[in-house]
Nanobody, 121 residues
Framework: QLQASGGGLVQAGGSLRLSCAAS????????MGWFHQAPGKEREFVAA????????TYADSVKGRFTISRDKAKNTGYLQMNSLKPEDTAVYYC????????????????WGQGTQVTVSS
């Protein structure tokens, strides 16, 4: 089970850090990913990280602004979001894949419940 938290309301240019806590299993064999979904739009890839060996990838729209990371001891992943823009407003979901690192939602087996991020202009 994945539990995402840390969303909220922030002004443009501000920062938020999202957390994704795993319970019941460890992330060790998994890829952790973050996706977001705005109203009326499909779920879109944000970032992904190979949990055990490192290595990450980002959507072009967030490169240089967002950083994905993990704390193995806490079995928790993070998404640090800086220089936030109104277009970042969405529900953010963390997910875990036991197969491949992908920018598509399909390979991700486990999903958190989502946390709302709202960026005001």
């Amino acid at each position: 089970q994945l539990q995402a938290s840390g969303g909220g309301l922030v002004q443009a240019g501000g920062s938020l850090r999202l957390s994704c806590a795993a319970s019941g299993r460890t992330f060790s064999a998994y890829v952790m990913g973050w996706f977001h979904q705005a109203p009326g739009k499909e779920r879109e890839f944000v970032a992904a990280l190979r949990w055990n060996y490192g290595g990450s990838t980002y959507a072009d729209s967030v490169k240089g602004r967002f950083t994905i990371s993990r704390d193995k001891a806490k079995n928790t992943g993070y998404l640090q979001m800086n220089s936030l823009k109104p277009e970042d407003t969405a529900v953010y979901y963390c997910a875990a894949s036991n197969t491949i690192m992908s920018s598509r939602p399909d390979p991700y087996d486990y999903w958190g419940q989502g946390t709302q991020v709202t960026v005001s202009s």
